[in-house]
């Protein structure tokens, strides 16, 4: 099972960028989906997650009005599109699954991708 993260780069304080993570060696399309982001010396933070049907979102109060997390169950891929980016966005961001409900506690996703890299400049 390998999830895998895409879509980071280097933008500008104002700018956008979408990531997009697949999942393949299985199906997760009966399962909650997550984003979460570390910063240099941070803790891994909550970012956004997604119900498996799409129908039902939830965002830490940081990125919310800013991003939007959506996913593809056909393309077993869920995304990340970011907005109004901010320097204190730059962070290695990671998407995970969960068995259980869509959470903001990092030890309640089991599969984790490798992370892609933000970094927002001012």
């Known amino acids: 099972v390998q999830l895998q993260a895409s879509g980071g780069g280097l933008v500008q304080a104002g700018g956008s960028l979408i990531l997009s993570c697949t999942a393949s060696g299985r199906t997760f399309s009966t399962y909650d989906m997550g984003w979460f982001r570390q910063a240099p010396g941070k803790e891994r933070e909550f970012v956004a997650a997604v119900s498996w049907s799409g129908g039902i979102t939830w965002y830490a109060d940081s990125v919310k009005g800013r991003f939007t997390i959506s996913r593809v169950n056909a393309k077993n891929a869920v995304y990340l599109q970011m907005n109004s980016l901010k320097p204190e966005d730059t962070a290695v961001y990671y998407c995970?699954?969960?068995?259980?409900?869509?959470?903001?506690?990092?030890?309640?996703?089991?599969?984790w991708g490798q992370g892609t890299q933000v970094t927002v400049s001012s």
């Open positions: 995970a699954v969960t068995p259980g409900r869509g959470s903001s506690y990092s030890y309640e996703y089991n599969y």
